[in-house]
């Protein structure tokens, strides 16, 4: 089929196979990040999939993209150790300048520098983001920045951010929408010179932290685009982001799928193999008939986002539909382990963890359905 990309498969399996599950094991029982795996991806080319050439990447889509981040993820490890720099680095190629791209993306490219993290979301608004209080006030040739930031991803593995924040006041605007823009953080001199970082320990080991602005300066060059056209920006990230998480669950929906389809043909009680049983047959079959409807809108989000088409909806979707039925896999592979499943040895639990999370992030599963109810249904604005 068109979208099966043999080549980048095999050669991303090549990789991750020489990072066995004890390796992946180790790192989440050290509540640890994957540095030389991350670092594997990152020489091997595979973060700077979607930078053009002429900067030292490989000039693919998003569809590509989100193959290597299926892949990574079908092989027991986990993506979100790196996911970020796909879908940031999109901000940075579609709405910074020349001297910017030119200055920042081959040394991303390079793996020199990571841009792994954004900065969003905040504790009082949390997905109305419009409503964000962190603040950018322009003075001179810098912006001085104030406000908090939570559940910020990668922010100690990171480099670069790319930050939101509020340049004009949200009463002296026309549309919510406007007056906010976007910035690239230098994060090294950030960190203690303006911006505290606070780690947040959580139930997967999942590197996120909650930031507090007290006058960070970021040189007024770091604006990227046009002053007040951020959160416009941003969406383009947005629907790259969730169709990229879409490819992982589904990742992670084989790897259920695959895990416990093995187990219970080999797992005998009453005299014959637990498979055997229409109770255990039936979970495993209705996952891998919702992950195949998954696969295909995943694909249709790519195939939209990568030719400029509008895909919010199909990349919100993908990532309900993706969710949902790793979700599912995950929990019949769980249950069908029995005991077994709750043994970090069987590596089940572990990527039960990490599955739950993409009900809630990075967008919950009842605003997806709002957002479809909304804009494809043509049903009144609920909130």
């Keep these: 089929m068109e979208f099966d990309h043999i080549e980048i498969r095999e050669a991303v399996q090549a990789l991750c196979a020489t990072f066995p599950p004890e390796y992946h094991r180790e790192i989440d029982e050290q509540r640890g990040y994957p540095e030389a795996f991350v670092k594997a991806l990152t020489e091997a080319g595979w973060l700077a999939a979607m930078i053009p050439e002429e900067y030292g990447g490989s000039g693919l889509g998003l569809t590509e993209a989100s193959v290597i981040m299926e892949e990574i993820n079908r092989s027991g490890g986990n993506s979100g150790a790196c996911h970020g720099q796909m879908y940031n680095m999109g901000t940075l190629l579609r709405h910074g300048s020349d001297a910017q791209k030119q200055r920042y993306l081959p040394r991303i490219a390079s793996g020199?520098?990571?841009?792994?993290?954004?900065?969003?979301?905040?504790?009082?608004?949390?997905?109305?983001?419009?409503?964000?209080?962190?603040?950018?006030?322009?003075?001179?040739?810098?912006?001085?920045?104030?406000?908090q930031k939570v559940w910020i991803s990668r922010v100690q593995h990171s480099d670069l951010m790319i930050l939101l924040a509020r340049t004009t006041p949200i009463d002296q605007v026309k549309k919510k929408s406007l007056g906010m823009s976007i910035f690239m953080v230098d994060l090294k001199d950030a960190m203690g010179s303006g911006m505290d970082v606070n780690p947040i320990p959580n139930?997967?080991?999942?590197?996120?932290?909650?930031?507090?602005?007290?006058?960070?300066e970021i040189p007024a060059e770091n604006l990227i685009g046009e002053e007040g056209m951020g959160f416009r920006y941003i969406l383009?990230?947005?629907?790259?982001?969730?169709?990229?998480?879409?490819?992982?669950?589904?990742?992670?929906?084989?790897?259920?799928?695959?895990?416990?389809?093995?187990?219970?043909?080999?797992?005998?009680?009453?005299?014959?193999?637990?498979?055997q049983n229409q109770g255990v047959q039936f979970p495993i079959a209705e996952a891998k008939i919702e992950l195949e409807a998954a696969n295909l809108m995943r694909f249709q989000a790519c195939q939209l986002f990568d030719t400029g088409q509008p895909c919010g909806a199909e990349a919100n979707m993908a990532k309900y539909l993706a969710a949902k039925a790793s979700w599912e896999a995950a929990n019949a592979c769980l249950q069908f382990h029995g005991g077994f499943g709750f043994a970090n040895e069987y590596d089940v639990e572990r990527k039960f963890r990490e599955t739950r999370?993409?009900?809630?992030?990075?967008?919950?599963?009842?605003?997806?359905?709002?957002?479809?109810?909304e804009h494809v249904l043509g049903l009144p604005r609920s909130f």
């Excluded at 900065?119 to 006030?137: L, N, R």
């Excluded at 992982?248 to 093995?262: H, L, N, R």
Aim: glycine share 8%; net charge negative.
């Design 112 to 147: 020199e520098l990571r841009l792994q993290s954004m900065g969003v979301t905040e504790p009082t608004t949390g997905t109305d983001t419009t409503k964000i209080k962190t603040t950018a006030v322009k003075k001179g040739d810098r912006y001085v920045v104030n406000g």
């Design 236 to 275: 383009d990230g947005l629907n790259a982001e969730r169709t990229l998480i879409a490819s992982e669950c589904i990742g992670d929906g084989y790897w259920f799928v695959e895990k416990v389809s093995a187990y219970v043909k080999e797992r005998e009680v009453f005299g014959r193999p637990i498979g």
């Design 203 to 216: 139930m997967v080991n999942h590197e996120t932290n909650e930031l507090f602005f007290d006058d960070l």
């Design 357 to 373: 999370l993409y009900q809630v992030a990075p967008i919950s599963t009842n605003l997806i359905l709002s957002y479809i109810a």
